[in-house]
């Protein structure tokens, strides 16, 4: 029990520390950590800070966990998920945004339209895509 409370801690308190106008939720149990946040850092900023605290990855070519970052230092968790939120008002300052750039978009009455499909995604896929390694 305290190993899930001080890892969720460290890792809010560092988050915080770097990233200080971002909330960031921070849960965990004995095997995993879940960060979740809106806007701000790409998953990849966050992942630069925390991947510390994941002892290894799974390996699915050999159907096994690699404990390829295990530390004595800090607690750690066999698994890291982070989840960035992007919120709506981004989503549709964007939306409009491409609407201008892209003459196909012109049609379009919302982000869900299906209509047409850009690199594979809807609009609001696109858009998420294209916003997922931008710091907000």
């Known amino acids: 029990m305290t190993k899930k409370v001080s890892i969720s801690r460290i890792i809010k308190a560092e988050l915080k520390k770097e990233f200080p106008s971002v909330k960031f939720s921070v849960t965990s149990d004995s095997y ?3 960060i979740n946040w809106t806007n701000g850092p790409s998953c990849s900023k966050v992942a630069e800070i925390t991947s510390k605290y994941e002892m290894g990855h799974f390996d699915g070519m ?10 004595d ?14 919120s709506q008002d ?3 300052a964007k939306f409009q945004e491409y ?7 012109e049609h379009l009455k919302d982000m869900n339209d299906r209509s047409i499909l850009m690199s594979g995604y809807c609009p609001q896929g696109f858009i998420r895509h294209k916003l997922s390694k931008v710091c907000l």
């Open 32 to 34: 995993s950590a879940q």
């Open 62 to 71: 050999t159907d096994c966990y690699e404990f390829s970052n295990c530390r």
């Open 73 to 86: 230092d800090i607690p750690q968790v066999k698994y890291l998920f982070l989840d960035r939120e992007i």
């Open 90 to 92: 981004i989503l549709e």
């Open 99 to 105: 609407k201008k750039r892209y003459s196909d978009w």
